[in-house]
C-alpha cells in the first residue's frame, strides 16, 4: 500500500465530499430546468474539466491505441452513467434530496454484490454485515415522515 498522503483513500473521501455537494447543488440547479437539461449541462461541464485535467497532466492519447477491451467497457460505463444521472436528477427535482441521495447509495451495496458476482472480489461477513446496515439505514431514511 502506498502512503496514507498518496492512497486512494483520499480520492475516495474527496469523491464523496463532491457527491454530496454535486447532490445539494443540482437539487437547487433542477429546480427551474428539466431535469434532463440539467443533466446535458453537468455533462459539457464534465466533459471540458476533465478535458482540462488531461491536458494539463499531457495525458492524450490516440483512441486507436487503447485496448479494444477497455474501450468496450468504458463506452458501457458511460452510457450506465448517463442512465443513472438522468435519473438521479429527475428524482432530485420530484423528490427531496435527503431521501434521494440515500436511496441512490443503494449503489454501494449492488457494487458489493455486483464486484462479487462479475468480479470475483472477496465477500466476508464484516461486508456483508455493511451493506445490511447500509441498506436498513436507507430503508428507515426513505420510510422517515
Given at each position: ?19 454530496a455537494l454535486t447532490t445539494v447543488l443540482g437539487k437547487v440547479g433542477v429546480e427551474k430546468i ?112
Amino acid at each position: 500500500m502506498s502512503t496514507f498522503y498518496g492512497s486512494w483513500l483520499w480520492y475516495a473521501l474527496g469523491a464523496a465530499v463532491f457527491a454530496a455537494l454535486t447532490t445539494v447543488l443540482g437539487k437547487v440547479g433542477v429546480e427551474k430546468i428539466h431535469s434532463d437539461v440539467a443533466t446535458f449541462i453537468r455533462t459539457v461541464v464534465i466533459l471540458g474539466v476533465t478535458a482540462l485535467f488531461v491536458t494539463a497532466k499531457s495525458e492524450w492519447v490516440r483512441i486507436d491505441l487503447l485496448p479494444m477491451r477497455s474501450l468496450a467497457f468504458l463506452v458501457l460505463s458511460g452510457l450506465t452513467t448517463g442512465l443513472s444521472w438522468l435519473c438521479y436528477y429527475k428524482a432530485l427535482q420530484l423528490g427531496p434530496a435527503s431521501r434521494v441521495a440515500p436511496i441512490d447509495k443503494l449503489s454501494v451495496v449492488l457494487v458489493l454484490l455486483f464486484s462479487v458476482l462479475v468480479l470475483g472480489e472477496h465477500f466476508s461477513w464484516k461486508v456483508g454485515l455493511g451493506a445490511l446496515l447500509i441498506t436498513a439505514g436507507v430503508v428507515l431514511i426513505a420510510l422517515a415522515d
